[in-house]
C-alpha cells in the first residue's frame, strides 16, 4: 500500500488538534498564545516602520521636487584683474543672454521649463523682528508653476499681484509678525559703490503672498521677488545668476546633464540629487539597519515557538509512540509538528499585517495626539525639516515583512520538529 502524500489531510487534522488541546491534555495554548501575540507585534512593527521611512521619503522628496529646481544651470566664479592696483577680485558668474539660454533648455526633450532666477542673501526685518533670508528673482508665471509655492489651499493672498511686492514663506512671516499687506525690510551688504566703499542696499517691499512648501527651512527663509526688481536690487542689470530646469522625469535628471552642458558652453550643473543626495543616502542606510534590527525583533518572537514546540513535543511522547506503531513514518510525524509551528507562525503573521497596515494609515492622527499631549515636543518641524509624520504603505514592504516573518517561523519549528520525528517509539511507550 502506497504512503499518503506530504501534508495530507490527517497531518493538519492532528497538528491543529494538538495546538487546540487544553493544558489539562497535554497542550501549550498559553506558550501559543504568547508566540502568536509575539509574531504579530513584531510584523506589526515592521510593517509600521517601514510605512513610515517610505512615507518620511516620499514627502521629502516630494517637497524638494514641489518646492526646488531639478537641476540649476549656472556659470562658475571669474576672476578680474585691476590694472592701477594690480589687485584680483573675483566675481559671481552670471548669465547675460538669458532668455536665449532659457529657450535652448527648455526646447531640449525631457525639460518642462527653463526659469531664469537671481539669487542673493539679505536680512530680513519688520518691526524689531529680523532674520536672514534667501531671496529668489523670477517672473510671475514662473512662480505660479511652482507647485507647492502656488497651492492655494496652504498659501494664502493673492499671488497673481505678485509684480506688486514679494512672497514670503509661513516661517518667515510667522517669525517676523508678517501678514498679507504689511511690509518687510530687505538688507543686503552688497549694495552701491562709493568713494568711501560698498554701503549697504535697503529696501521695502509689500508683502502680497504668503506660502508654505511643506518644508520647515525653506518656509522659514525664502522670500520670492519679481524678476526685474531683483536685478535691480542685486545688481544683475540684463543678468540673471542661474537657469533653473524643471524635468519631466525628476528621478532621471542625471540623463539630461550633458545636453544642458551644451546648451550653455563653460557651464555648470547642480542637481537636486547632489542637494540632497547624501541625506537620501542615509535614509537608505537607515531603512536597511531599521530593518534588520526589527528583523531580530521577530526572530525572538518566533523562538516562542521552538519552546513551545519543545514542550508540546515532551508531552506528545505517549501520542508520538502509538502515531509511530500504528503506521505513521518519521516525515510525517515531522510535518505533524513542524504545521503545529507553521500554523502559529501564519496566524501571528496575518495578525500582525492587519495591525500594521491600521497603525500605518492612522499613524499620523496617533502622532498628533502623542504631540498634544507632550505639548508639542514630539514633533519639532525644526529638527524633521516637516510639519507631519507621514507613512506610505507599500507592497513590497509588506511582502518583505510577511515573507520574513513566515521564513524565520518556519525555520525554527525544524528543529523540535525533528526531535519529535526521531523520538523511538519504543522508548515512548515503555512506561506507559
Request: hydrophobic share 50%.
Amino acid at each position: 500500500m502506497a504512503n499518503p502524500r506530504p501534508f495530507s489531510r490527517y497531518e493538519f487534522m492532528i497538528a491543529w488538534r494538538y495546538l487546540r488541546a487544553r493544558r489539562a491534555e497535554g497542550g501549550v495554548s498559553v506558550m501559543t498564545w504568547i508566540s502568536l501575540i509575539g509574531i504579530a507585534l513584531g510584523v506589526m512593527a515592521l510593517i509600521a516602520t517601514l510605512a513610515v521611512r517610505s512615507g518620511f521619503r516620499a514627502e521629502f522628496v516630494d517637497t524638494i521636487l514641489g518646492a526646488n529646481a531639478h537641476s540649476t544651470l549656472y556659470l562658475p566664479p571669474s576672476q578680474i584683474r585691476n590694472e592701477l592696483t594690480e589687485e584680483v577680485y573675483t566675481v559671481a558668474g552670471v548669465i547675460e543672454d538669458y532668455a536665449e539660454v532659457a529657450a535652448r533648455v527648455a526646447a531640449l526633450p525631457g525639460v518642462l521649463r527653463a526659469d531664469p532666477v537671481v539669487r542673493g542673501q539679505v536680512m530680513a526685518s519688520a518691526g524689531d523682528r529680523s532674520g536672514v533670508a534667501e531671496v529668489y528673482g523670477l517672473s510671475a508665471e514662473d512662480l505660479a508653476a511652482i507647485p507647492r509655492v502656488a497651492d492655494p489651499a496652504t498659501g494664502y493672498g493673492d499671488i497673481t499681484a505678485f509684480g506688486e511686492g514679494v512672497a514670503v514663506g509661513a516661517g518667515m512671516a510667522r517669525e517676523l509678525g508678517l501678514g498679507v499687506g504689511d511690509r518687510v525690510q530687505l538688507i543686503s551688504p552688497q549694495g552701491a559703490q562709493t568713494p568711501f566703499g560698498v554701503t549697504p542696499r535697503v529696501g521695502s517691499y509689500k508683502v502680497v503672498y504668503v506660502f508654505s512648501a511643506g518644508r520647515y527651512d525653506i518656509d522659514r527663509t525664502r522670500i520670492y521677488m519679481p524678476l526685474e526688481e531683483a536685478q535691480s536690487y542685486f545688481n544683475r542689470e540684463g543678468a540673471v545668476d542661474e537657469i533653473q530646469v524643471f524635468a519631466a522625469a525628476p528621478e532621471a535628471i542625471d540623463a539630461l546633464t550633458p545636453a544642458l552642458l551644451e546648451a550653455l558652453p563653460g557651464s555648470m550643473v547642480w542637481t537636486w540629487r547632489d542637494a540632497s543626495g547624501a541625506f537620501l543616502s542615509a535614509l537608505d542606510i537607515e531603512d536597511d539597519v531599521m530593518f534588520v534590527i526589527l528583523s531580530v525583533l521577530v526572530l525572538i518572537a518566533s523562538m516562542n515557538i521552538t519552546s513551545g514546540l519543545i514542550m508540546l513535543v515532551k508531552n506528545k511522547g505517549r501520542d508520538i509512540g502509538i502515531l509511530r506503531t500504528i503506521g505513521l513514518t518519521e516525515g510525517a510525524v515531522l510535518r505533524v509538528f513542524f504545521l503545529c509551528g507553521a500554523f502559529t507562525g501564519v496566524l501571528g503573521t496575518l495578525a500582525g499585517v492587519v495591525l500594521g497596515v491600521a497603525l500605518a494609515l492612522n499613524v499620523d492622527s496617533i502622532m498628533a495626539g502623542v504631540n498634544y499631549l507632550s505639548g508639542g515636543g514630539a514633533w519639532d518641524p525644526s529638527v524633521r525639516g516637516i510639519y507631519r509624520l507621514p507613512a506610505e504603505l507599500r507592497g513590497i514592504d509588506i511582502a518583505r515583512a510577511v515573507g520574513l516573518s513566515l521564513t524565520l517561523s518556519f525555520i525554527v519549528t525544524i528543529f523540535p520538529a525533528r526531535r519529535a520525528a526521531r523520538m523511538n517509539p519504543v522508548e515512548a511507550l515503555r512506561y506507559e
